[in-house]
């Protein structure tokens, strides 16, 4: 196992004593290497979620286009009414805007991660809902809401990381 130091300490990456979570290495002099990176990937990785989910809602708040979409906010209040048949769409559609934007921006800083992030989840969970059951996300499917939901149940998982605000804090949940 790599000498110990402030990358492999990340709780989430040890291996308990007697157990080997990630197979023998063919090459075996990576290791080390691997343990010092993964909490920079991790780190890549929960800041690009972020940031996806902020390209999402920024439009939203800003009443501009998105992609196809022209109008990102009455396209999420049809899918919260019609699609899903809840009450106070507009309402909610704000509120999935204003986790979107400002949740992707606490996200991919790493701050409140495991509030913001099973939140993020349970829309994808709805999102996916609504959508379906067309996977392929070429036909309008759910398989990037799929995608989306299960990254962030891992990100609520593993928590900020030590790259975040989290850690600089000295707190999460």
Known sequence: MARENEYTSWPRLRSRPGTDRTGRLVIPALGGFYARLAPVTYAFLRFAFGVTMLTHGLPKILGTSHGSMADPMAGSMNLISGTLGL??????????????????????????????????????????????????????????PVMLGFLALFISFQGGGPFSLDHAVGREL
């Open 87 to 144: 009450p106070f769409a507009p309402q909610l559609a704000v509120m999935v805007a204003i986790l979107e934007t400002f949740g992707g921006i606490a996200l991919a800083l790493g701050f409140l991660t495991r509030l913001i992030a099973p939140m993020m989840a349970v829309q994808m969970a709805f999102i996916s809902i609504a959508l379906g059951p067309t996977w392929p996300w070429i036909d309008r499917g759910i398989e990037y």
